[in-house]
């Protein structure tokens, strides 16, 4: 019931095209949902992130749907760049636990074809 | 813009030597944590520590791994008798909850590759 499955496992999209990643959660304890980017070598760093008062959350051309009910969320990367390669990482946690101890999904590694 | 910190960015060790791993926190921050990445897997939470002692830690962070904040700027990842398994990128990371949603950005450092030989 911990778990955040994450897929594809790995993603080649054309440069403009639109990545989709996709997380599924059991706990309905969890009440916060980031995604993370990570670059070879370096540590993740937080992209965006959704609580589920909101369906839908947008900055810039990085987009979180989150779907409550079928407890799924996903990230969709509009005009997708070869910047945007990277591996994504969805995570997921409880944040009326103020240890706020993320749970990961796999990751996705992105790659973008110029 | 603020940074968490870590040293140092690679070590190499012998089976059953002792590691430590460091980390400076962004300096506001109240809660730290130290997490793992095996090669090519998940990132895995290993323990978090608020107010000076650890608040929570997984199964993973048995006997063999501590933490302490020696002082007030420092927070370090102890692993004893280190094994082949070991071998992992190790990330600290630290966060500073906001008033009143008990939420905040968790912000990562670099990670320190620990290669176990």
């Known amino acids: 019931q911990q778990q955040v499955k994450q897929s594809p496992q790995s993603l080649i999209v054309q440069k403009g095209g639109i990545s989709i990643i996709n997380c599924a959660y059991e706990?309905?304890?969890?009440?916060?949902f980031p995604w993370y980017q990570q670059f070879p070598g370096k540590g993740p760093a937080l992209l965006i992130a959704?609580?589920?008062d909101v369906s839908e959350k947008k900055e810039g051309r990085f987009t979180i749907s989150f779907n409550k009910s079928a407890k799924q969320f996903s990230l969709h990367i509009m005009d997708s760049q070869p910047g945007d390669s990277a591996t994504y990482f969805c995570?997921?946690?409880?944040?009326?636990?103020?240890?706020?101890?993320?749970?990961w999904g796999a990751g996705t590694k992105l790659i973008i074809k110029p | 813009e603020p940074e968490v910190t870590q040293t140092p960015s690679h070590q190499v060790t012998q089976m059953g030597q002792e590691v430590i791993l460091r980390c400076v926190p962004i300096s506001n921050h109240l809660y730290f944590y130290w997490y793992r990445q095996i090669l090519g897997q998940k990132v895995e939470f290993l323990v978090s520590f608020y107010n000076n002692e650890i608040s929570e830690k997984s199964e993973i962070f048995d006997d063999q791994f501590s933490v302490e904040r020696p002082d007030g700027s420092n927070f370090t990842l102890k692993i004893r008798s280190t094994k082949l398994e070991d071998s992992a990128m190790y990330f600290c990371?630290?966060?500073?909850?906001?008033?009143?949603?008990?939420?905040?950005?968790?912000?990562f450092g670099e990670g320190s590759r620990l290669t176990v030989l």
């Open positions: 995570a997921a946690s409880p944040t009326l636990d103020s240890n706020y101890q993320l749970i």
């Open positions: 706990n309905t304890a969890f009440d916060y």
């Open positions: 990371a630290s966060r500073r909850v906001s008033p009143g949603t008990g939420t905040g950005e968790l912000f």
């Open positions: 959704i609580r589920p």
